[in-house]
């Protein structure tokens, strides 16, 4: 007997368009100006970093299924910047060529910097999945947690137990239920240090349960705990008049990547959201572009 799928719906907070429309140009130019030095300037690097995703984020406001081509550049464009930045800092050689806008750059490396922390590392993995880029993630998989442990922030526990669970997921190495045990265990608001508890439970930990029941091939789990994730981060980006303007709030990143990583293996995805804009999840621009 075939299941019925019944999907979950998640209407996302209203944002003011025509402002967040207007944004869109100005932060494109200062994005422009971040690539034009990012082979040899680490601040730009850091620059270009923070621009490239928000631009992908706000594109998302006015265009939330992400349908149009210039969102789909605006995500590849933040795929290709991350994935550099840790390709940079992870070679032993002088410099590594990666394509950014179809274009190559050669860009220096760089070794350890304040921008490759483990939050840094994880929207990398998620946009290279997102975009379907198994070469970016392999490299991502093989970056050293040294890299990460040595860029002088500070970080909760947590977020380096879920590195290291991404990773070895990605690698399909035996350690990853060590892995990812411990990643739940850290991912409770009593562990929290840097980030406070409510962030904690409502937008780091959601991704974890989603993965563990990717892993357990449970659909109707699997959907559950995205539901979960995805109410949990409307909870989180709606709780007051500021955050529900922040650009961080568009779209549900994390449950978008794992949900991404759940269709490509054959486990249907039953949440319709525009926190998971439709085309990204569809893999809409297929073959488009090589990144």
Request: hydrophobic share 45%; proline share 4%.
């Amino acid at each position: 007997m075939t299941r019925q799928i019944v999907s979950v719906i998640v209407p996302r907070q209203d944002y003011q368009r025509d402002k967040m429309a207007a944004v869109v140009p100005v932060m494109e130019r200062s994005l422009c100006g971040s690539l034009e030095t990012i082979e040899t300037s680490h601040r730009t690097r850091a620059s270009a970093l923070m621009t490239s995703l928000n631009v992908a984020r706000i594109r998302c406001v006015g265009d939330p299924e992400a349908v149009l081509l210039e969102s789909w550049e605006s995500w590849l464009l933040a795929m290709q910047v991350h994935s550099a930045v840790f390709a940079a800092a992870s070679t032993d050689q002088a410099f590594v060529t990666c394509k950014i806008r179809q274009e190559e750059r050669q860009l220096d490396s760089t070794g350890p910097q304040f921008y490759l922390n483990p939050g840094t590392w994880v929207d990398a993995f998620y946009l290279a999945v997102i975009c379907r880029e198994t070469e970016h993630l392999d490299m991502l998989a093989r970056v050293p947690m040294s890299l990460l442990r040595d860029c002088g922030g500070v970080a909760d526990d947590y977020a380096y137990a879920w590195v290291e669970t991404l990773q070895s997921f990605w690698l399909r190495r035996d350690d990853l239920r060590t892995h990812l045990v411990r990643a739940v265990d850290l991912s409770t608001p009593e562990h929290a240090r840097v980030l406070d508890g409510e962030e904690m439970s409502k937008l780091q930990y959601p991704p974890i349960m989603m993965i563990y029941r990717f892993l357990r091939k449970d659909p109707a789990g699997f959907n559950e705990a995205l539901a979960d994730a995805v109410r949990w981060h409307k909870e989180y980006w709606t709780a007051d008049e500021d955050r529900m303007q922040n650009i961080h709030g568009a779209v549900a990143i994390a449950p978008l990547a794992i949900a991404c990583l759940a269709k490509a293996n054959g486990i249907p995805v039953e949440v319709e959201t525009d926190y998971l804009p439709q085309a990204l999840l569809d893999f809409g621009w297929r073959g488009e572009f090589d990144a």
